[in-house]
């Protein structure tokens, strides 16, 4: 792309500085502006060949799924198939790093939500009490992900905090949706860490 822009950038300052005069042509200049006109189609038309073929493979990407009419007959649900290549996203990356900072095993971050991170987004909606879809609500991202950076962040307040649940890490989703619930931080007592006192003798 930068090449294109350099070659229009120096014809346009060949015609703009070169003076006219007048121009006369015999065959050989003739057989060599077929031949490089020639050339320059090629390369355009390969060009357009390539937008063409990504356009096509783009759309393939993103191509909406059509699912085959359902028999009268009732039969046992299938287990949905997900496409082998999943797009990765830092969304995704965030919510695997959440459910496995949790206990949820959403296997490696590579942002690409497939089967084993729809499996760990449903046990973490059993955990809180929700039905175990695999797909994540709003509301249960939001806590998920927020809780996970609050964790983080939280340093040795986090670590007394998780001492302190029975659940352990996974209870500071419950206890965090319960700060949300009630409106902010709540501030819990904990026991203060006893002091060295000294005396001098």
Not at 15 to 30: E, G, H, Q
Not at 80 to 89: E, G, L, M, Q, V
Request: hydrophobic fraction near 35%; glycine fraction near 10%; avoid cysteine.
């Amino acid at each position: 792309m930068l090449s294109k822009t350099i070659l229009s950038a120096a014809l346009a300052a060949s015609l703009a500085l070169v003076p006219a005069t007048s121009a006369t042509a015999d065959r050989k200049d003739f057989i060599a502006g077929a031949i490089l006109g020639g050339i320059g189609g090629a390369i355009i038309n390969n060009e357009v060949r390539k937008n063409k073929q990504r356009q096509a493979a783009r759309s393939r990407a993103v191509a909406p799924r059509t699912y085959a009419a359902q028999p009268r007959s009732y039969s046992a649900p299938k287990k949905k198939s997900y496409r082998p290549s999943i797009p990765a996203t830092p969304e995704g990356r965030e919510i695997q790093s959440s459910l496995n900072y949790f206990g949820f095993d959403a296997g490696p971050i590579d942002g690409q939500v497939g089967g084993k991170t729809r499996d760990a987004i449903a046990d973490y909606q059993r955990y809180m009490g929700y039905q175990g879809t695999g797909t994540l609500t709003t509301f249960q991202q939001h806590l998920l992900t927020t809780s996970y950076l609050r964790a983080e962040a939280g340093g040795s307040r986090t670590l007394q905090d998780i001492a302190s649940l029975p659940d352990g890490t996974r209870g500071l989703l419950k206890l965090y949706r319960e700060d949300l619930a009630s409106g902010g931080t709540q501030q819990r007592s904990l026991s203060p860490e006893p002091s060295a006192s000294y005396t001098d003798l």
